[in-house]
């Protein structure tokens, strides 16, 4: 894995909040390495995995504090750009879809004028160019008929069609890397199919990175190549995603297990007994 | 003691050229002391037939006979004592002013319960949550102690009927387990009669004997959760909506 060129290397990366008690650690000593390929993030709610996500675009608010031995986009440092040059990053080389199309709409600009917006910022070009590229996405996106969505408000879309309309937003920059923030938790599973699979083909086709933020274990095992999970701001283990049934930490293995399964009924489910040691031991890094 | 019986459900929102059909020609049957699931994507109406049996949609036609009683427009206090709901989010559906103690208690005390001191300090131990919780606020609950004070306060009038819409949606999957857990007793220590809304159908074939698969406000397939194991379906949506639900695959989606 360390010869081959990875799109992004992170290595010891905190996130921090100042809070009355002293020094909050959201995310704690995460090191990690991306290719071209689906890397999943999984756990619990407040594990850190969104935190993860954000911090790698440099998005924590103040006070919050970002710190990392190494965050390097193809070899080049992030953690020492200024805001003004992570401008530049963000949304053109890394952009990132979140969790609900409702909250990160403009409700009040069409669709496509949002659209050939996120690209005509980071892309020179004409608006004819701009309007075509958005159209292109959006038929990329599997919206059968663009035009009317082009000039339509996010309110007069469903969950899933907004969900689509963010992704391809951030795509239409032609990203290096897509993170992924529950994507599809807000979507039915049918419509679910068919966001993973516009995001599945971009990795197969363009060669780009994606980070898969969820907390569905399954998606997750079934979707992508590896997963990092996480348990209280560390990552407590790193395996191939197919293998993720194997898994071998008790945190995984305790989260598989309360899970209701079809094809395995059982007559209680099992419940996670958290361990004090988890949370103090070292994150795992995934190099292989 | 009866469960649910309906047929022929209509619901519907708003008229005119708004008009919505938000349940067409349901019929379910539910024997008391069994438990059902009702699926299917947002807006199939899966809610909106709960809805419409507690008396919380105000257009309906069709015939409802719940726990003995054959519904009309208007439901009766006696009513309300015989059938409860658990909603989905626990983050909304609890009062952000009142304790635990006040929420329990008024809802004892609306029901015409005597000892409500003690009745509220069982119904805590009932539910798994202990003494130490009874003066906390909503905010001073996680999502899972939230769920289980809404479950406590569904028991109060000691029901018979339980309807609960997407009770773990809103938890992580390690509490979805503790509180699927939690009803699985209480319906096995009080007999209670479940009739339970989820899109996760690995949580309905957990926790129930029948299935009912719904479409655009349409049952499309009432199977047992055998026949569901098995993937055992007459229908090609319910099929559908099994694959989806074991996971991605790759080709599948791109159709």
């Given at each position: 894995m360390s010869d081959k060129k990875n799109l992004l290397d992170v290595e010891d990366l905190w996130v921090q909040f100042p809070t009355r008690s002293g020094l909050?650690?959201?995310?704690?000593?995460?090191?990690?390495?991306?290719?071209?390929?689906?890397?999943?993030?999984?756990?619990?709610?407040?594990?850190?995995?969104?935190?993860?996500?954000?911090?790698?675009l440099r998005l924590i608010r103040k006070p919050g504090i970002v710190k990392a031995k190494r965050m390097d986009l193809l070899g080049e440092n992030m953690m020492s750009k200024t805001e003004k040059e992570m401008r530049a990053i963000r949304g053109q080389r890394i952009s990132m879809v979140m969790q609900d199309p409702k909250f990160s709409l403009n409700p009040v600009v069409t669709v496509g004028e949002q659209i050939m917006e996120a690209y005509s910022l980071h892309a020179k070009g004409s608006k004819a160019d701009a309007k075509a590229k958005a159209m292109e996405m959006l038929k990329a996106v599997m919206i059968r008929d663009p035009e009317r969505v082009f000039r339509a408000y996010p309110h007069e879309m469903s969950g899933g069609m907004g969900q689509r309309v963010?992704?391809?937003?951030?795509?239409?920059?032609?990203?290096?890397?897509?993170?992924?923030?529950?994507?599809?938790?807000?979507?039915?599973?049918?419509?679910?199919?068919?966001?993973?699979?516009?995001?599945?083909?971009?990795?197969?086709?363009?060669?780009?990175?994606?980070?898969?933020?969820?907390?569905?274990?399954?998606?997750?095992?079934?979707?992508?190549?590896?997963?990092?999970?996480?348990?209280?701001?560390?990552?407590?283990?790193?395996?191939?995603?197919?293998?993720?049934?194997?898994?071998?930490?008790?945190?995984?293995?305790?989260?598989?297990?309360?899970?209701?399964?079809?094809?395995?009924?059982?007559?209680?489910?099992?419940?996670?007994?958290?361990?004090?040691?988890?949370?103090?031991?070292?994150?795992?890094?995934?190099?292989? | 003691m009866s469960g649910v019986r309906i047929e022929g459900l209509n619901v519907w929102f708003g008229k005119g050229h708004d008009l919505v059909n938000a349940v067409i020609d349901a019929s379910l049957e539910v024997p008391a002391g069994s438990s059902f699931g009702l699926v299917g994507e947002s807006g199939s109406g899966k809610s909106t037939i709960l809805r419409a049996m507690m008396g919380l949609v105000p257009d309906w036609s069709g015939k409802m006979n719940v726990a003995g009683e054959e519904l009309s427009k208007e439901r009766t206090p006696a009513f309300y004592k015989k059938v409860q709901m658990v909603f989905q989010d626990p983050y909304a559906s609890l009062h952000p002013r009142h304790s635990v103690d006040q929420v329990l208690s008024e809802t004892l005390f609306l029901h015409g319960f005597d000892n409500i001191d003690q009745r509220v300090s069982k119904l805590l131990d009932d539910v798994g949550l202990g003494g130490d919780f009874r003066f906390r606020y909503p905010h001073q609950l996680s999502g899972g102690q939230r769920q289980r004070v809404a479950i406590a306060r569904a028991l109060a009038p000691e029901p018979q009927i339980l309807l609960l819409d997407e009770p773990t949606s809103a938890l992580d999957v390690s509490v979805q387990a503790e509180i699927l857990n939690l009803l699985v007793d209480l319906r096995a220590e009080r007999q209670l009669t479940y009739l339970m809304v989820s899109h996760d159908l690995a949580v309905v074939g957990h926790m129930c004997d029948h299935i009912a698969v719904m479409q655009l406000g349409k049952i499309v397939e009432i199977i047992s959760v055998e026949n569901m194991r098995a993937m055992n379906t007459k229908h090609e949506y319910t099929r559908h909506l099994l694959l989806a639900s074991a996971g991605y695959t790759r080709d599948e989606a791109l159709e």
């Open positions: 909050f650690d959201a995310v704690r000593g995460v090191s990690f390495s991306l290719g071209k390929e689906r890397l999943g993030i999984v756990g619990e709610s407040g594990s850190g995995k969104s935190m993860t996500g954000r911090a790698l963010m992704i391809a937003m951030m795509l239409a920059p032609d990203p290096e890397i897509l993170i992924a923030d529950e994507p599809t938790s807000a979507l039915d599973v049918s419509v679910q199919g068919q966001v993973l699979s516009i995001m599945d083909k971009l990795v197969e086709e363009r060669g780009m990175g994606l980070i898969f933020i969820s907390h569905d274990l399954n998606l997750v095992s079934t979707f992508c190549d590896r997963v990092l999970i996480m348990y209280a701001g560390r990552v407590v283990e790193t395996c191939q995603a197919d293998k993720l049934h194997e898994a071998k930490h008790p945190y995984t293995r305790g989260l598989l297990n309360s899970l209701p399964r079809l094809d395995k009924p059982k007559k209680r489910l099992e419940v996670l007994q958290r361990d004090e040691a988890w949370r103090e031991a070292e994150s795992v890094s995934d190099s292989q | -």
